[in-house]
C-alpha cells in the first residue's frame, strides 16, 4: 500500500498539501466559534445553527456550479484558486464582527469560497489516477487535510493557553492564508480524455445513472442527521470538558481520521465502498444517541469522539470515491457538484432542527433525531440503493 500511495500523481500530492495548510487554519479556529459566539457576541445555540445551517448551504450551491462549470470548460484551477482566496480573505475578518450577523456574512464568504473549489478539486482528484486508485487517492487527500485538523486546534490550544485573546487568534489565520494561495498557483491539471460536449449547460441529472440518483435521496437523508459539528464541541464543554481542551478534543478526531483515513480508503478499492458506508454509518447512528444522554462524563466523551474519528475516515474518501465511481465519463465535476449540493443543503436543516430541539427542548432529543435519521439512510442504503444489480458493492 506504501509503494502505491507514493506513486501518486505530484497533483494528488500537492492538492493534499494545499488541504493541510488550509485546514491548518479553518480549524485552528472551528473549535473556537461556539466560544467567540457565546462569550464575545452573546449568541446561542439557535444562531449558531442558522449561520452554519445558511453557510454550508450556500457552499453547496456553489459547488454545483463549479461543477458544472469545470465539466463544461475543462479547467477547474481557476475555480480551485479563486475559492482558496475567497476563504483566505473570510476568516480573519471574523476578529472585527461585532454581532452574530456579521459573522453569518464572513462564514457566508468564506463557504461560498469552498463551493468553488471543492468539486473541481474532487473531478481533478479523480482524474489524476486510475479507477482502482480511487480510494486511496481521495483516503490520502482526506488525511491530509485532516491532518490540518490536528494542526489548527493545538496551534489553538496553544494561543488559548497564553492567554491570547480569541480576536487575535482569528487574525492569526491570514498567514496560511498567503501559503494557500501561492501553493494552488503552482496546481498542474492532468490531460484530460476527449469526451462529447453538450452544447450547453445542463443543470439536471440527466445522463446520470440511476443508482446515482438513488444513492443521492440517501446521502441527502443522512445529512440530515450530519448536523454542524459545532454541537458536539458545544455539548463536551456543557457536559464538562474545560475551554482549554475543546481545540483538543477536536485535534484527536482529526488526528484519528488522518491516521486510519488512508487505509481504510484504499481498503474501499478491493473490499467494495459499500460495506464501509454501512458499518461507518450505524457507528454515527449509535454514537449520536449515546452523546445525548444526560450525566454523560468526559471520559464517555473522549471515548465517543474516538468513535466518531473512526466513522469519518472510513467515510469521507470513500463516499467520494463511491461518486466517482458512479459518475458517467465527462461529467465527474457535475457527479460530485450533486452530491455536495443534496448533502450540503441538507446541512442547513439538519443544523437548524437540531439548534432548535437542543435549545427549546433538550440535547437528548436533539441527539435522538440525528440517531434516527441515520438508521433510515442506514437501511435504504442496505436495501435500496443497490437494487437491480448483480453485484452490491462498487470496487
Known amino acids: 500500500m506504501l ?40 449568541a446561542g445555540p439557535k444562531a ?37 482566496t475567497l476563504a483566505g480573505i473570510g476568516r480573519p475578518l471574523i476578529a ?5 450577523i456579521w459573522v453569518l456574512a464572513i462564514r457566508f464568504t468564506d463557504r461560498m469560497g469552498k463551493g468553488l473549489r471543492s468539486s473541481p478539486r474532487d473531478a481533478l482528484l479523480a482524474e489524476s489516477v486510475n479507477e482502482n486508485q480511487r480510494g486511496v487517492t ?35 489565520a491570514i498567514v496560511p492564508a498567503i501559503i494557500t494561495f501561492t501553493l494552488a498557483l503552482c496546481i498542474k ?27 443521492l435521496v440517501v ?26 481542551q475543546i481545540p483538543l478534543l477536536w485535534a484527536a478526531i482529526s488526528l484519528i481520521t488522518t491516521v486510519f483515513g488512508t487505509p481504510l480508503s484504499a481498503l474501499s478499492d478491493s473490499f467494495g465502498r459499500k460495506r464501509f ?16 444522554f444526560p450525566g454523560i462524563t468526559t471520559y464517555q466523551i473522549f471515548a465517543l469522539f474516538g468513535i466518531y474519528g473512526l466513522f469519518k475516515a472510513a467515510t469521507e474518501g470513500v463516499e467520494k470515491a463511491l461518486v466517482a465511481d458512479m459518475a458517467p465519463k465527462g461529467l465527474a465535476g457535475t457527479a460530485f457538484g450533486w452530491f455536495n449540493l443534496i448533502t450540503g443543503l441538507m446541512l442547513f436543516p439538519a443544523s437548524f432542527i437540531f439548534g432548535w430541539i437542543y435549545e427549546s427542548i433538550a440535547p ?16 435504504l442504503m442496505a436495501f435500496w440503493v443497490y437494487r437491480n444489480k448483480a453485484h452490491c458493492d462498487v470496487v
Open 3 to 42: 509503494k502505491t500511495i507514493l506513486a501518486l500523481p505530484r497533483a494528488v500530492w500537492l492538492i493534499g498539501l494545499i488541504s493541510l495548510v488550509n485546514d491548518s487554519a479553518s480549524e485552528m479556529l472551528y473549535p473556537l466559534m461556539p466560544l467567540y459566539l457565546a462569550s464575545v457576541l452573546m
Open 48 to 84: 449558531l445553527g442558522i449561520i452554519e445551517g445558511i453557510a454550508e448551504a450556500t457552499s453547496s450551491i456553489f459547488k454545483l456550479v463549479s461543477g458544472v462549470i469545470v465539466d463544461r470548460t475543462k479547467k477547474a484551477k481557476p475555480w480551485i484558486v479563486l475559492g482558496y
Open 96 to 100: 472585527i464582527a461585532n454581532s452574530w
Open 138 to 172: 481521495f483516503g490520502l487527500h482526506r488525511s491530509m487535510d485532516n491532518a490540518g485538523a490536528v494542526i489548527g486546534p493545538l496551534l489553538a490550544a496553544i494561543f488559548l493557553s497564553i492567554g491570547t485573546p480569541l480576536k487575535d487568534i482569528f487574525l492569526w
Open 189 to 215: 491539471e492532468p490531460q484530460k480524455e476527449a469526451v462529447p460536449q453538450a452544447s450547453k449547460f445542463s443543470w439536471s441529472l440527466q445522463g446520470m445513472p440511476d443508482q446515482f440518483k438513488r444513492y
Open 219 to 244: 446521502a441527502g437523508i443522512f445529512a440530515l442527521a450530519n448536523s454542524s459539528d459545532m454541537f458536539l464541541l458545544l455539548r463536551a464543554r456543557e457536559a464538562g470538558v474545560p475551554q482549554e
Open 277 to 292: 458506508i454501512l458499518i461507518a454509518w450505524i457507528a454515527f447512528a449509535l454514537f449520536y444517541i449515546a452523546m445525548g
Open 364 to 379: 437528548l432529543y436533539a441527539f435522538l433525531f440525528s440517531g434516527g435519521c441515520a438508521l433510515v439512510a442506514f437501511l
